[in-house]
């Protein structure tokens, strides 16, 4: 049974370009979450998207958008990226949103932008 | 305000002892989830153990157990028999039931503490 699924695993971007992050869920699973993980911090939430549709939004800004494809996978643009974008993004899976739901994280993308 | 505090940076244990991860958190959420992820250096966030608000014991994974202090809101990881492949990143993570703000789509994240296991 595979796992969350990332991809790329690294990337490199110029100040100003946009870029897509992929994520596939772990079989079964229906909702997946996007964090943002800066160097020496714990992951910080970005979205959730369930049934092709965006429930929750963390504090970020718009320039961070997303989709859910029908089958459950998701991707994460970043438009207009600034340095401060680098940091590993971490996509994670879920059977629903419960307070006592295991999320499953995917092993992350870097992304580093000069 | 910071809903999950970790405050050791970093920590060390020789192998084979025991060690304990301190964690803090704030909510006036009366259902909530706590969670401890291990992040090793390649990135990925691994699931350990998991406290719910309303669990009566303890929980214990294998070596993992959590020392789970309602009144004082804390959830401190407990790892026995340390080995060199737990050196690693340590989160401790809550999710709020969402009666009070909100819904329990997120999961709060603290800073992290380093875990260092010495031969």
């Known amino acids: 049974d595979a796992g969350v699924t990332q991809s790329p695993t690294h990337l490199i971007k110029t100040r100003g370009q946009q870029v897509t992050l992929r994520c596939s869920p772990k079989s079964g699973h229906d909702t997946v979450s996007w964090y943002q993980q800066a160097l020496g911090q714990g992951p910080q939430f970005i979205f959730q998207y369930y049934e092709e549709e965006e429930r929750q939004r963390g504090n970020f800004p718009d320039r961070f958008s997303g989709h859910q494809f029908p089958n459950y996978s998701s991707e994460l643009n970043v438009n207009a990226l600034l340095l401060g974008d680098s940091a590993l993004y971490l996509c994670?899976?879920?059977?629903?949103?419960?307070?006592?739901?295991?999320?499953?994280f995917g092993q992350g993308t870097r992304l580093t932008v000069v | 305000a910071q809903k999950i505090t970790q405050t050791q940076p970093g920590m060390f244990v020789q192998e084979k002892e025991a060690v304990t991860l301190d964690c803090t958190y704030d909510t006036s959420d009366p259902s909530y989830g706590l969670f401890w992820y291990k992040q090793p250096s390649s990135g990925e966030m691994i699931f350990l153990i998991y406290q719910g608000s309303y669990d009566q014991q303890n929980a214990t994974e294998g070596r993992y157990s959590l020392n789970f202090q309602k009144a004082r809101k804390s959830a401190n990881l407990v790892i026995s028999a340390s080995q060199l492949g737990d050196s690693a990143m340590y989160f401790c993570a809550m999710r709020e039931g969402g009666e009070t703000q909100g819904g329990s789509e997120k999961l709060v994240f603290g800073k992290g503490t380093k875990l260092t296991v010495n031969p």
């Open positions: 994670a899976s879920s059977l629903g949103w419960d307070f006592d739901t295991e999320a499953f």
